[in-house]
């Protein structure tokens, strides 16, 4: 069965729509649904809870972390990694049993924005492929609980660009899946951003990482670079 974990910052205003999304398409599949919170100054752990899942806070800061702390304390065979502003197709249950059923033990979906522009529908076209560039979790990312353990979890040390590396390693080790499927991802990002602006942000990123750059380097770079959160 799957735990779905949740990494949260300062997402009380849309957490509990995504745990009932969640919860009413489960289909009773998922055994239990994880909310690991970074320590937010807001009511995020507490919406969560009033929502009827397990609402924790992460020891340390950090997606990596907290998707680490949650997956420690899973029960679930499957683990199952969903940002707070996406949402997977409603079918993700059975998409997820059937890729397992096929040997693919880690996966994600397509993309599909919230927005009606062109341009970003467009960004939304190249998820389908098996590029560096979309291995970020706004796809959702589900993996074997025993593969993830295998391979060590999240680097903790990583304060951005731990999704991207940890499917790097992962897909060396089993069968990666691209579902056909897009999951709805939020374009909050763009909303405050130009489209070119977070374009250049990305690519920085991704060319400062594939040169070593350090974490805190990449961060402020980006924090820089972009509004967002």
Same mark, same amino acid.
Not at 83 to 94: E, G, L, M
Not at 160 to 182: C, H, L, Q
């Given at each position: 069965?799957?735990?779905?974990?949740?990494?949260?910052?300062?997402?009380?205003?849309?957490?509990?729509?995504?745990?009932?999304? *969640?919860?009413?398409?489960?289909?009773?599949?998922?055994?239990?649904?994880?909310?690991?919170?970074?320590?937010?100054?807001?009511?995020?752990?507490?919406?969560?809870?009033? =929502?009827?899942?397990?609402?924790?806070?992460?020891?340390?800061?950090?997606?990596?972390? &907290?998707?680490?702390? =949650?997956?420690?304390?899973?029960?679930?065979?499957?683990?199952?990694?969903?940002?707070?502003?996406?949402?997977?197709?409603?079918?993700?249950?059975?998409?997820?049993? $059937?890729?397992? @059923?096929?040997?693919?033990?880690?996966?994600?979906?397509?993309?599909?924005?919230?927005?009606?522009?062109?341009?970003?529908?467009?960004? @939304?076209?190249?998820?389908?492929?098996?590029?560096?560039?979309?291995?970020?979790?706004? $796809?959702?990312?589900?993996?074997?609980?025993?593969?993830?353990?295998?391979?060590?979890?999240?680097?903790?040390?990583?304060?951005?660009?731990?999704?991207?590396?940890?499917?790097?390693? =992962?897909?060396?080790?089993?069968?990666?899946?691209?579902?056909?499927?897009? =999951?709805?991802?939020?374009?909050?990002?763009?909303?405050?951003?130009?489209?070119?602006?977070? &374009? *250049?942000?990305?690519?920085?990123?991704?060319?400062?990482?594939?040169?070593?750059?350090? $974490?805190?380097?990449?961060?402020?770079?980006?924090?820089?670079?972009?509004?967002?959160?």
């Amino acid at each position: 069965m799957l735990t779905i974990v949740i990494p949260t910052y300062n997402e009380a205003e849309r957490i509990t729509c995504l745990i009932n999304y *969640l919860k009413g398409n489960s289909n009773n599949k998922v055994k239990e649904i994880i909310v690991s919170d970074g320590g937010s100054t807001d009511k995020t752990l507490e919406v969560a809870k009033q =929502a009827g899942v397990k609402a924790v806070l992460s020891p340390k800061k950090g997606r990596a972390s &907290q998707m680490n702390y =949650a997956a420690s304390i899973a029960s679930g065979g499957v683990l199952y990694f969903v940002h707070a502003d996406t949402f997977p197709p409603p079918t993700f249950v059975r998409d997820i049993e $059937q890729a397992l @059923a096929d040997g693919y033990e880690l996966g994600r979906y397509r993309t599909r924005f919230n927005s009606n522009k062109t341009i970003l529908r467009i960004n @939304a076209f190249f998820t389908r492929f098996d590029w560096f560039i979309c291995y970020g979790g706004d $796809q959702t990312l589900y993996i074997t609980d025993k593969l993830f353990k295998e391979i060590g979890g999240f680097k903790e040390g990583m304060l951005i660009m731990e999704d991207y590396e940890f499917v790097e390693r =992962a897909r060396k080790k089993r069968k990666y899946k691209i579902f056909s499927k897009a =999951a709805l991802v939020s374009a909050r990002k763009y909303d405050t951003n130009s489209w070119l602006t977070v &374009q *250049l942000a990305n690519r920085t990123i991704v060319k400062m990482y594939n040169i070593g750059a350090s $974490q805190v380097e990449m961060v402020e770079k980006y924090q820089e670079m972009l509004v967002y959160r």
